[in-house]
């Protein structure tokens, strides 16, 4: 394994017959460039240790130390500057060959990945998702509202919707088409408030199980009482408000549009977040892919007011 210490082709060599998994050379020059194991965790979207052992793996089949760990960061050693030269030379090559491959992708059929949460799938987009189908009938598509971030730089899916607060929170790597902002009041059904107001129960609280309570919700006129109900997922949650047992929050373009929810009088509205349309790499060249994301960013953009929770006719 010494021979990795010998500059120019020799160098190159070794690093072909160790079988180096190009998994581990791009989290080498994620670190390598960042100087800080954390700072290239949040890049590739993955967590501390992972990228820890991926270059603990790399060292171990090179057979030689490529950082030095310093308070200030991470510094390449003077065998891991050799094996950056070299590694960006296979990244370099890698992106050519997605270009040529992927680049050329550009037929309408095919499988079609999409990942979004689970209330955008089932009480905004899905119609939009049935015409794109009905316009492009050879592609696959497979549609993911598990409410598990899928990992676009791995593969998981081509195209990510997800509601983000903070943009600093996504993957540098990923293309992001924004959208509009996505605001949620506080809901109750119109039955369970007339009874309140005519001297009924204070209502409950209803969380998704892990949720805490606001603390809004025992002061002022609009409290409910300390007793939590808790629901285990979104659609409970909605049952649970529809059934009358008592307020919770619900983004707008859900609560606004059930003709058996109101909004929990003297409340405002809060930011959830802003959409984001997310792809990764060459794959988000390939037309189906192309046709997909330019048609639900402008259903996106038409369904603004909505996802505002500005006024909406329920005719």
């Known amino acids: 394994m010494g021979d990795v210490m010998v ?41 501390h240790a992972t990228v820890l052992r991926r270059i603990a793996h790399l060292e171990e089949r090179l057979g030689t130390q490529m950082f030095e760990k310093l308070p200030s960061g991470y510094r390449v050693t003077v065998a891991g500057e050799e094996v950056r030269e070299l590694a960006e030379k296979m990244e370099a090559s890698s992106h050519q060959l997605e270009t040529r491959v992927l680049g050329r992708d550009q037929s309408v059929r095919g499988l079609l990945r999409v990942t979004l949460p689970s209330p955008l799938a089932g009480y905004l987009l899905m119609p939009d998702f049935a015409e794109f189908a009905r316009l492009h009938p050879d592609i696959e598509m497979d549609v993911s509202s598990s409410g598990e ?17 903070d943009r600093k929170t ?12 996505v605001f949620g009041g506080f809901y109750i059904s119109a039955d369970r408030l007339a009874a309140w107001r005519t001297g009924g129960p204070e209502p409950r609280w209803i969380a998704i199980s892990g949720h805490g309570v606001p603390a809004w919700t025992s002061e002022g006129e ?17 049952a649970a408000v529809r059934q009358g047992i008592g307020i919770t ?3 707008c373009f859900v609560g606004d549009a059930d003709p058996l929810l109101v909004r929990v009088p003297d409340t405002e509205l809060h930011l959830y977040g802003t959409v984001w349309l997310l792809t990764q790499g060459e794959a988000r060249k390939t037309k189906r892919v192309r046709l997909f994301t330019e048609f639900i960013s402008g259903r996106l953009a038409a369904y603004a007011p909505r996802l505002a929770g500005l006024p909406i006719s329920r005719d």
């Open 7 to 47: 500059f120019g082709r020799r160098t190159l060599a070794v690093l072909v017959c160790t079988m180096i998994d190009w998994d581990d050379v791009r989290y080498f020059l994620a670190v390598a460039r960042s100087g800080s194991v954390r700072a290239a965790a949040e890049v590739l979207g993955v967590n």
């Open 149 to 165: 971030l899928a990992n676009l730089t791995n593969r998981e899916a081509d195209v990510a919707i997800r509601v983000v607060y």
């Open 170 to 181: 996504l993957p540098l790597n990923l293309h992001g088409l924004k959208g509009a902002e």
């Open 222 to 238: 609009s409290r409910a009482t300390g007793t939590p109900f808790r629901t285990t997922d979104f659609e409970a949650q909605v």
């Open 249 to 251: 929050t619900l983004p």
